[in-house]
């Protein structure tokens, strides 16, 4: 610089030389002029020194706002001057009155090299509703600090409560005559908590598509459901579909009863024995052991132990189809689950027969 500043004064002072003043007058107009000249070329050292720093600009949150537990976020561009080749160091700061509690700011990532760029999200999980003003501050040495700011608003909410599914329903496939099971979750929100006394959330199936005369049927258990503020409650939900079922049914082998049968005949025959001579008990004993015989063979086939009947509910049979089912929950208070209605997208569980 210092170079520079002489280089300037010599030339300029030959061109004094060069005009038509006195010569007293030359010499006192060069050592002016050289003189703001190296005044003028220090005093610009600064002005080239910033110019070779680096701007910040941050974006509005979007969303700018937000319930109590959601996040939002906004672009920081960083954009280098000429020259400049060092790294910016990121803060967040978030500004509040007194009494409220305010969102926590992070800064991702936390040091860039302009021109770059960096993301301050705001997290609202514990924060009072109202309007709060976020800083982002950028520092890098030998350069001034740069700022930027964006107010984001956390909307007053009413507790409340979600439903969602935790498993889906298995099998997912059936035959008309079973079933299969789910799990539900009933999430709180906002501080939400089943009132004093009150049995809980009621969950049901509130449609069904398509629409069949003989439909499968939906229950949970348990229902209601008990919820406590910060902590997520489930219930399992079971759908039973019509149809035929095959059951089996057993029998005690009856080994004995079949043995008064050949009395009467064996009776006869000791009778016969009895009164006639010898040829004649001969003839009696053999006709004896023929129908004990006979007996013996008749007996296994009236002891059979089980046999398989197929049963049909009386309601008749769930037509083949893939059913989906609508979730809803209700409390005690008329709450109703703030994702299900036409204007979200609700909760559903499906189930094909076939």
Known sequence: MLRFAS?????????????HL???????????????????????????????????????????AVDPGQSSSAKIALTAGTGFTGTVTLACQVSSQAGQTPPTC?????????????TATVSTASATPGSYLVTVTGNSPGTTAQTGQQYITILSANPDFTITIQSAMVPSSVHAGNGALGTININPLFGYQTPTGSKGVTLSCATITPLVTIPPICNFNPNPVPVTSGSTATSQITITTFGPVPTTSTTHPRIFYAWWLPLPVLSLVGLG???????????????????????????PACANSSNTLT?????????????????????????????????????TVTLTVN
Request: aromatic share 8%; hydrophobic share 40%.
């Open 311 to 347: 049963t049909t509910t009386p309601n008749g049979t769930t037509p083949n189809n893939t059913y989906t089912f609508t979730l809803m929950g209700v409390d005690d208070q008329g709450n109703v689950s703030s994702n299900t209605g036409t204007n979200n997208t609700a909760p």
């Open 106 to 118: 992070d800064i991702s990532p936390g040091s860039v090299q302009p021109t770059g760029s960096a």
């Open 22 to 64: 006195s010569q007293i007058a030359k010499g006192a107009s060069a050592c002016v002029i050289a003189f703001f000249c190296v005044a003028g070329v220090f005093t610009a050292a600064p002005t080239l020194a910033a110019g070779q720093g680096y701007t910040l600009a941050m974006d509005a949150f979007n969303p700018f």
């Open 273 to 299: 024995a009895a009164t006639g001579g010898r040829r004649a008990r001969k003839a009696w004993g053999m006709l004896a052991l023929f129908v004990v015989a006979g007996s013996l063979m008749l007996l």
């Open 7 to 19: 280089l300037a004064s010599t030339f300029l002072c030959s061109l004094v030389r060069k005009t």
